[in-house]
């Protein structure tokens, strides 16, 4: 017998049982996006490899050790995208949007980074990126975390993350901050470990976010790059912050937090969380200017936020109750030739009447014991009854799956009319009900 191909390591499956949380979070993602006038945009997987080594930067992780890079027929060299904002703003460069114009974009899809896959971080993820342009004010940077606050409240994650706040200044006070910071850590290269030696001389400002617990002393005695800001980075982040009180977000200031990408500048952001381990971070954005310039582009502005589906449904997985979609609302049961083809006829009639139903029709026969069984387990509320006598009589059975009461008693015969009209009743009100089945949505994710 041939062995069975598995996925590949850090690449998982999203099996049918998982779906509806994934569906239940994706749909308020968008609906949250609409309510603030955000568009989506699709782009490409593959993107060329230059993108990558001009917006995120040849001296670091992803594009040195990370990247899925290959040649296609052609020589050309090719990337699976491993973040999604430079792919976003070539498309915008190449179809000229960015001319005299403001965008709200947004755009979900897998991404792709060749890394050590652990609990809440694999090599294909799937990432929501929201991007702005066109707009320099910190009320842009604002409007971020306002989306980000509702989409917490919405997905039931709201008292499981926090805000952290930094600024970056511009490109020149973060060299002039960078050459302070060099020349600290050179004073204390026996405390630094290997990644952060390394890093003194590709990008010393990420040696502030390690996670090296031996070094948290000679970091915490560090330079403040607050102190190396000048008075128009300070003034976008003080109205930040007045903005944010305004509105009543709570945030801390955290002036250790860099980004790993080098385009960054002023405003940078996480919402963090003590409940995923050593994976905290669950979307983290911020202010990119340069980066336009720096793709070929003129001068603008930019600013955006990416968070990773993977550990916000690992968050919502320990929430009691939640709303979800059931995968079927109503099991057609069959049982005789005639009932078989009438059944089939009945359930299109039923489609067309309630559109949005989700209408699952028994196959490959069995009694009506077995095939209630099959019923049960699909999760659906109700389940319609055909036989040979029904049919012959014009009627069939609706039984309640879940439980009977004197209102609503645990099966009922009517016309098919009738049946049409009760199933609407009863299962118009709630798009979404707690499930009768629920199945963990991550924990089949191989790591």
């Known amino acids: 017998m041939a062995q069975i191909i598995q996925a590949i390591r850090g690449m998982h499956d999203v099996l049918p049982g998982q779906t509806p949380l994934w569906q ?69 460069l190449e ?23 652990q609990k809440g971080r694999y090599r294909q993820f799937f990432q929501l990126g929201v991007e702005t342009y066109g707009m320099s004010g910190p009320d842009s940077d604002a409007e971020l975390i306002l989306i980000n606050e509702r989409l917490w409240k919405r997905l039931g994650i709201q008292d499981k993350v926090r805000l952290q706040l930094n600024s970056l200044g511009t ?19 026996d405390q630094l470990d290997e990644d952060s030696l390394r890093r003194l001389t590709t990008n010393p400002l990420r040696i502030l976010d390690t996670k090296n617990p031996a070094m948290k002393q000679v ?49 940078v952001f996480e919402w963090v969380t003590d409940e995923l381990g050593s994976q905290g971070t669950v979307c983290a954005g911020g202010r990119y200017d340069s980066l336009i310039e720096q793709l070929g582009g003129k001068a603008n502005h930019a600013v955006g936020f990416a968070m990773g589906m993977e550990r916000i449904l690992a968050l919502m997985e320990t929430i009691d109750n939640l709303p979800l979609a059931r995968p079927v609302d109503v099991y057609m049961i069959r049982v005789g030739d005639l009932a078989e083809q009438e059944g089939m006829r009945f359930a ?36 319609i009854i055909l036989g040979d006598d029904e049919v012959s009589r014009g009627e069939v059975g609706v039984k309640f799956l879940r439980t009977g009461t004197a209102q609503e008693p645990a099966q009922q015969t009517m016309s098919q009319q009738e049946a049409i009209r009760f199933l609407r009743e009863q299962l118009q009100l709630n798009q979404y009900r707690t499930p009768a089945i629920r199945q963990d949505a991550t924990a089949s994710l191989k790591i």
């Open 24 to 92: 239940y979070a994706e749909q308020i993602i968008r609906e949250v996006l609409e309510a603030y006038g955000y568009n989506e945009i699709r782009l490409p997987i593959v993107e060329k490899t230059e993108l990558f080594k001009r917006s995120i930067g040849e001296v670091t992780d992803i594009v040195e050790k990370e990247m899925y890079t290959f040649a296609d027929r052609n020589g050309d060299s090719l990337t699976l995208r491993p973040e999604g904002t430079a792919g976003c703003l070539r498309a915008c």
């Open 171 to 189: 490109i020149a006070e973060r060299v002039q901050y960078r050459d302070r910071l060099v020349e600290y850590f050179q004073k204390h290269t």
């Open 219 to 267: 970091v915490a005695n560090a330079p403040e790059l607050m102190d190396y800001l000048g008075e128009d980075s300070r003034t976008h982040f003080n109205a930040l912050t007045a903005t944010l009180d305004n509105l009543g977000i709570g945030y801390e200031i955290n002036s250790r937090l860099v980004r790993g990408l080098d385009y960054y500048s002023k405003t």
């Open 95 to 117: 179809h000229g949007l960015l001319h005299n114009q403001v965008h709200r974009l947004w755009y979900y899809g897998p991404m792709y980074r060749h890394e050590r896959p």
């Open 348 to 383: 299109e009639v039923i489609r067309n009447e309630m559109p949005g139903l989700k209408l699952q029709v028994g196959m490959d026969g069995g009694s009506f014991k077995s095939q209630f069984k099959k019923a049960y387990k699909t999760g659906a509320d109700y389940a």
